[in-house]
C-alpha cells in the first residue's frame, strides 16, 4: 500500500487540498461548486479519499506515541522536549496544551464520513462500481472512524460524534459532548454490522497489514469490549483472530522482525511508512540518539537491561540498548537488528511501520479477560506461552482476579513496551471494578516522577476525572455547545 498511497494521495491532494487548510476540525469545509461535483464520480475518487484517511492517520504516529506512553511509566523525559509533551508526562496539563486538540483525529473521521456519505452516490454513476467493492470500502471506513472514535473516548471520555461530513454549510458544526459510553456503543454497532464486507484479498503485503481486514474489524472489536469489560465478548472476537491460520507467532529468533523489516506474519495492522517515497514516521525523530526526546524510564531500564533482567529476546539490544553508563535509548523503532548496534540508515531510518494490532496482542487481551471471568488456569497458559516465545521462565500467579491483573499488566508492558499501549492498559486497570484499583495507577506513576512531584503528582491523578484530558482551548470559544471536563474549568 506504499506505492498506493503515494499514487492515490496526489490525486486526493489535487481534488481536496483546500478541504484541510484550518485548524479546526469544524472548519474543515471542502471547496465546493465545480472541484466537488467533478470528483465524486468514480471509484477511484473513493478510494483516493479512502487513501487520505489512512495516510492522514498514519501522520499521527508521533501523537501516539505521546499519548500512549507519556503518562505512563515506561519513558521519561530528556532535555529537548517539548513543553506541551514534558507537561502532559507531569501531568501539568491546561486547555491550552496543543496535545489537546483533537482536529487530527476529526480529519480522519471527516475523511471516512466522507466516504460513507458519497460512496453509494459514486456507484450509480460508475456501472463499473460493484456493489462488492463498495461495501468493501465502506467496511474500511467504518473501521478507520471507529478507530480513531476509540482514541477520542480513551484520551477526551465524552467527545462530539460526528456522522455526517462537513461538506457544506449546512451540517451542523457546533455538535455537543456525546457520552464516552454511547461514542462506544455507536462504534460497536457499526463495526459488527460492517464486519461482514471487509476483505482479506488485498493485492499487497502492505494493504494486507495496512488496510482493514477481517482481523483488523476484530482486533478493535475485542480491545473496545475489554475497554468495557465485556469479557466474554473480548474473549469471543480474539478467538477470531486466534483460529485464524493467516496469523502466526514469530518466533523468539526473529521477534525483532516486527519492526524491521516489519509487516510480519504476527502483524494485524499498522500504520505503513517508507522513507523513499516521502512517507515518514514521526518515531525515528523522537527516539532516535540525537533527539533527546523520550527515553527508557528507569522501570524500563528495570525490565530490559542486563544488569536487572533476564529478558534476552525483548530486552537490552531489542526492546532498548544502552549508549553509555545510565544512558539508554528505545531501540525498536532505529534499530535495524537486535543487536543494540546496527541503527537504522538512509531511506530506512524514517520507514519503521507503527504497530496498531499485532497477535501477541490478542493473546494477551484474552488472558486479561479469562483471568477477570475466574479462568485462571488458562490465563496462565496464555501468559507462560508469551514468555515461552520470548524466552523466559513462566511464572506462577496465584488465583485471584487481582494477582492475575498485575501479571498481565507486567507482560504487556515487556511485549508492548513503547508500543502506545502503556497509559491506555493503565488507564483500564484503574477504572476497572468502580475504580477500586485508583491508587494502584497512582502508585505505579508516581514511581516514574522526582520525588518532589510525587505528593503534587499524586493529588492529580486521584480525581479520576484528571485522567482525560481537557477539550482544547479554541475549541470550546467555537462551539458554545461543547461542555470542559470539569477537572479543567478555573
Known amino acids: 500500500m506504499k506505492k498506493i498511497f503515494k499514487i492515490r494521495f496526489i490525486l486526493l491532494f489535487l481534488a481536496l487540498s483546500m478541504q484541510f487548510s484550518c485548524n479546526n476540525f469544524l472548519e474543515l469545509i471542502p471547496p465546493g461548486g465545480l472541484v466537488r461535483e467533478e470528483f465524486w464520480k468514480t471509484k477511484e ?87 462488492f467493492h463498495l461495501k468493501g470500502l465502506m467496511s474500511e471506513a467504518i473501521w478507520l472512524r471507529s478507530l480513531n472514535y476509540f482514541y477520542l473516548v480513551r484520551l477526551f471520555n465524552d467527545v462530539p460524534l460526528v456522522l455526517e461530513p462537513s461538506e457544506s454549510d449546512d451540517v451542523d458544526f457546533y455538535l455537543p459532548n456525546t457520552k464516552g459510553e454511547a461514542v462506544l456503543e455507536a462504534i460497536l454497532k457499526d463495526l459488527n454490522e460492517y464486519r461482514p464486507f471487509a476483505t482479506d484479498g488485498y493485492k499487497s503485503l502492505e494493504e494486507v497489514k495496512g488496510r482493514a481486514t477481517k482481523a483488523a474489524f476484530d482486533a478493535l472489536l475485542a480491545d473496545i469490549s475489554l475497554w468495557n469489560f465485556d469479557y466474554n465478548k473480548t474473549i469471543e472476537y480474539c478467538n477470531r483472530i486466534l483460529g485464524n491460520k493467516e496469523f502466526v507467532m514469530m518466533p523468539g529468533t ?12 504476527e502483524s494485524i495492522y499498522e500504520l505503513q511508512f517508507e522513507d523513499k517515497y516521502n512517507q515518514k514516521n514521526a518515531t525515528y525523530g523522537i527516539t532516535n540518539r540525537y533527539s533527546n526526546n523520550y527515553d527508557p524510564s528507569t522501570r524500563a ?110 507482560e504487556r508492558a515487556l511485549e508492548l513496551a513503547f508500543e502506545g499501549k502503556r497509559w491506555f492498559d493503565l488507564l483500564r486497570m484503574g477504572r476497572r471494578n468502580n475504580y477500586s484499583r485508583k491508587d494502584k495507577l497512582v502508585e505505579t506513576i508516581i514511581k516514574n516522577v522526582p520525588s518532589t512531584q510525587k505528593r503534587i503528582l499524586s493529588a492529580k491523578l486521584s480525581n479520576p476525572l484528571g485522567w482525560y484530558l481537557p477539550i482544547y482551548k479554541g475549541e470550546i470559544e467555537r462551539n458554545k455547545n461543547l461542555v470542559q471536563n470539569p477537572y479543567y474549568k478555573f
Open 301 to 410: 531500564v528495570e525490565l530490559f537491561a542486563r544488569q536487572y533482567a533476564v529478558e534476552i529476546t525483548r530486552g537490552e539490544d531489542a526492546s532498548i540498548t544502552k549508549l553509555s553508563e545510565d544512558d539508554y535509548l528505545i531501540w525498536k523503532f532505529v534499530g535495524r537488528a537486535p543487536d543494540g548496534k546496527t541503527e537504522r540508515t538512509g531511506s530506512d531510518q524514517s520507514s519503521c511501520n507503527w504497530i496498531v494490532y499485532r497477535l501477541a496482542e490478542i493473546h494477551l487481551m484474552k488472558a486479561e479477560a479469562l483471568s477477570q471471568l475466574n479462568r485462571y488456569g488458562e490465563a496462565l497458559t496464555i501468559i507462560n506461552f508469551i514468555r515461552e516465545r520470548a524466552n523466559v521462565v513462566p511464572i506462577v500467579v496465584g488465583n485471584s482476579a487481582i494477582a492475575f491483573e498485575d501479571a498481565v499488566m507486567e
Open 254 to 265: 526473529r521477534w525483532f522482525e516486527l519492526y524491521y523489516p516489519g509487516n510480519s506474519l
Open 45 to 131: 475518487d473513493v478510494e483516493a479519499v479512502l487513501m487520505g484517511a489512512y495516510q492522514s492517520f498514519a501522520s499521527m504516529d508521533g501523537s501516539l506515541f505521546t499519548y500512549g506512553e507519556a503518562r505512563g511509566d515506561m519513558v521519561k523525559a530528556d532535555y529537548n522536549l517539548g513543553s506541551g509533551e514534558r507537561n502532559l508526562m507531569e501531568s501539568n496539563i491546561y486547555p491550552d496544551n496543543w496535545l489537546c486538540n483533537w482536529n487530527n483525529f476529526y480529519k480522519v473521521i471527516n475523511y471516512c464520513n466522507d466516504v460513507i456519505k458519497n460512496a453509494p452516490i459514486v456507484q450509480k454513476k460508475d456501472n463499473t462500481f460493484t456493489e
